[in-house]
Structures are given as structure tokens and as C-alpha cells.
């Protein structure tokens, strides 16, 4: 199982969260940052319905793919 790591950081003159090297929106403050990721953090771990998906790649590939809606990431907030 995947676990995903949602981290408080300085960005773009605010504060965001961070999963890998994604940003999220700029917060004006460090706590309205902690605060939204603890929130997507915690919807990240909501089942959903078994779908199709499509992404393109690194590369510029794209794939299809079924993803199983209830196999969902471990998640943390690290601040």
C-alpha cells in the first residue's frame, strides 16, 4: 500500500502543503496550510468507485487503466 506524505512548507510568498514534489495552493498562513492538508489528507483515505482512468506518463505515454476504489494510500501530515 501506498503512503503519501503531505508536508507544511514556505511557498510563493504564503505557506502549502507539499506531496512529492506537487504543491498545493498558496495559504496565507501556516496554519490555514496545516489545516487543509490535515483535510485532503484525511479525504485522500475515503474509498471511492472501482473506474477507468487515464494519465499520461513521464514520458508522454498515456495509460488506461482500472483503479479499485478502495484501494486507497496511507496518508500523514508532517508539519
Keep these: 500500500?501506498?503512503?503519501l506524505?503531505?508536508?507544511i512548507v514556505e511557498?510563493?510568498?504564503g505557506w502549502a502543503y507539499?506531496?512529492?514534489a506537487t504543491f498545493?495552493?498558496?495559504f496565507p498562513s501556516h496554519n490555514d496550510a496545516l489545516r487543509a492538508a490535515e483535510i485532503a489528507s484525511a479525504e485522500q483515505q475515503v474509498a471511492g468507485?472501482?473506474?477507468g482512468i487515464q494519465y499520461e506518463d513521464a514520458d508522454g505515454k498515456w495509460h488506461e487503466e482500472l483503479a479499485d476504489g478502495r484501494d486507497r494510500p496511507q496518508t500523514?501530515?508532517?508539519d
Aim: hydrophobic residues 25%; negative net charge; proline residues 0%.
Design 1 to 3: 500500500m501506498a503512503k
Design 5 to 7: 506524505t503531505y508536508k
Design 11 to 13: 511557498h510563493d510568498g
Design 18 to 20: 507539499k506531496v512529492g
Design 24 to 26: 498545493s495552493e498558496t
Design 49 to 51: 468507485a472501482t473506474d
Design 76 to 78: 500523514e501530515v508532517s
